[in-house]
């Protein structure tokens, strides 16, 4: 009998270097999957660019409902100069927002880590970088990219900032919990001296942080914290921050981990759960076998440890990637001085043979 356990996933490769970092994390997942006796059922659908070609619209009926009915979606990435001048709800990044609210995915996790072999491969000193490690917190489903009334006309445009209460609990409930097991230490960011909406979040925070006596909060301005970010990044745990702010500030703390083809994330709400790489999709180097698949298969771990209850899987592969980043292998985005400059490909091959070869006790511990 096979008691093998089973997961369904449903795979959305997306545009542009979305397909290619895609397939290397699945060969990766393969190899966790015959290791751990998992089995991964996948589904791929469309979404983005490719879906707006084959029927349309940015994401159709029949792939949320292939979300709905899997234990995990993995996405890759939306969108490409193609589809630019689409009107804006017809645009692929449309597919992508429809996922995450019809989905419910309220908290977008996004852990900046610098693995000290990239450290000269940030765009900051070495010294300001090395050591930080910060988890942003990014509200996904609310704020000014859903509120209503939005809209344009020749002579003018508007969106709406909108908070409930509810929404801005949860997601600090999100960032307390996350807290508990990290330094313990939030930031709550905003716009409190301008934004009634901001001044609003902020006590709703404070109000929450009530039932957190053990964590410390800090209040910090997004011009500020935008500032900080590359000052001081050490100060930072764990960022809390509305849908827009956390969209900027997760692509500044980006760079502190040397690329944004090193930061992977995880969207989660009360029911389903999507992981996806904070890049974009790359169209310059797209089908050159160039991306940095690393994201995305930093977001695998992060499916395993979060959906999936296998935190050693995880660590693995984390282990897995730093051991190949510690042997020099780079892709173009994180090389520098010395290191070996390897294809999307070639860096998939790596992480797999080093996953096969680790054997326990870690020899990185
Ligand atoms: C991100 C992206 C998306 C966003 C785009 C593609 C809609 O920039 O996930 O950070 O703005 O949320
Ligand atoms: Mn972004």
């Known amino acids: 009998m096979d008691n093998k356990k089973s997961y369904k996933l449903t795979v959305l490769p997306g545009d542009g270097i979305g397909p290619e ?64 001048t689409l009107p804006q709800d017809q ?22 880590i610098i693995y000290p072999a ?31 009334p939005r809209g344009q006309n020749v002579n003018e445009a508007w969106n709406t900032l909108r908070y409930t209460r509810n929404e801005v609990e949860r997601i600090a409930i999100t960032a307390f919990e996350l807290a508990k097991n990290r330094k313990g230490h939030v930031t709550s960011v905003h716009k409190a001296n301008v934004l009634e909406s901001s001044q609003f979040w902020r006590e709703v925070v404070e109000n929450v942080h009530d039932q957190y006596p053990d964590i410390t909060l800090d209040e910090m ?17 764990v960022i809390v921050t509305q849908n827009l702010f956390g969209d900027i500030l997760s692509d500044i703390a980006a760079m502190i981990t040397g690329s944004l083809g090193m930061l992977p994330s995880a969207s989660i709400g009360e029911k389903y759960a999507l992981y996806e790489p904070v890049h974009g999709t790359a169209p310059e180097i797209a089908g050159q076998d160039k991306a940095n698949p690393l994201a995305m298969i930093g977001s695998v771990a992060m499916m395993l440890d ?30 520098s001085d010395g290191c070996t400059i390897v294809t999307t490909c070639e860096m998939r091959d790596n992480v797999i043979k080093t996953l096969e070869t680790l054997k326990k006790p870690n020899p990185l511990k």
């Not at 450290?119 to 970088?129: C, G, N």
């Not at 301005?221 to 745990?237: G, S």
């Open 21 to 84: 970092v895609m397939n290397a994390s699945l060969e990766v997942l393969n190899v966790i999957g015959n290791s751990y006796n998992i089995n991964f059922e996948l589904s791929t659908g469309l979404v983005g660019g490719c879906s707006i070609d084959e029927s349309g619209t940015p994401v159709t009926d029949e792939v949320l409902d292939l979300c709905r009915q899997a234990d995990a979606v993995l996405l890759g990435a939306v969108g490409g100069p193609k589809w630019d």
């Open 91 to 112: 645009k692929p990044e449309k597919g992508l927002l429809k996922l995450r609210e019809s989905l419910g995915l309220y908290s977008n996790l996004r852990p900046a």
């Open 118 to 148: 990239l450290a000269d491969a940030s765009a900051l000193k070495r010294d300001v970088v090395l050591g930080s490690d910060i988890m942003v917190v990014r509200e996904l489903t609310g704020g000014i990219y859903f509120g209503e």
């Open 221 to 237: 301005y997004v011009d500020n914290a935008a500032m900080q970010l590359v000052r001081d990044p050490k100060q930072f745990d």
């Open 306 to 335: 979060i959906s999936f209850g296998l935190p050693n899987a995880a660590e693995d592969i984390k282990n897995a990637i730093e051991y190949v980043l510690n042997e020099g292998y780079r892709t173009e985005d994180i090389t």
